[in-house]
């Protein structure tokens, strides 16, 4: 089933077109300064969300590999895309607080576990990977 999902003003609103149903938890440096805390989002391909308002969509390159998307009028943190070559070129990272009904979208795994707060726990036990480890799967050229 397809989700729907907006900045907080709604100047951009967006539509995913595949499944949604498992999401991440990333605990690097720049995903807490940007988000407020870790930031939990879902992968989706690039033809797999259509967004409504782009022209109200800022991006920041944020390191060699990724961009982040935020909304131009109300600061919203929306998505970081993959901008690296490879496999995962283009991929959306959206963020699950701007998700219109986030109810079946399951929390499934952490990244950057390395350089989590010690303070920060979830129930039970998450697979995860350190950002070494991130990195090499979507940006292997920048190592």
Not at 37 to 51: K, N, S
Not at 60 to 86: H, I, K, M, P, Q
Not at 108 to 122: A, H, N, V, W
Not at 123 to 142: H, N, Q, Y
Request: aromatic share 10%.
């Amino acid at each position: 089933m397809s989700k729907t999902g907006s900045c907080l003003c709604g100047a951009v609103k967006y539509r995913v077109k595949s499944e949604v149903s498992r999401a991440g938890a990333c605990h690097c440096g720049m995903c807490r300064k940007w988000s407020g805390g870790i930031f939990l989002a879902f992968q989706v391909a690039p033809g797999d969300v259509d967004f409504e308002g782009k022209e109200n969509i800022a991006c920041y390159a944020s390191s060699d590999w990724a961009e982040r998307g935020f909304c131009r009028n109300c600061g919203s943190s929306l998505f970081y895309r993959v901008t690296a070559g490879g496999p995962h070129q283009g991929q959306y990272h959206l963020g699950m607080g701007t998700l219109d009904e986030p109810d079946g979208v399951a929390l499934t795994s952490e990244i950057f576990t390395d350089q989590k707060p010690d303070g920060y726990r979830f129930a039970g036990d998450l697979p995860g990977m350190t950002g070494a480890e991130v990195i090499a799967m979507f940006a292997p050229d920048s190592e």
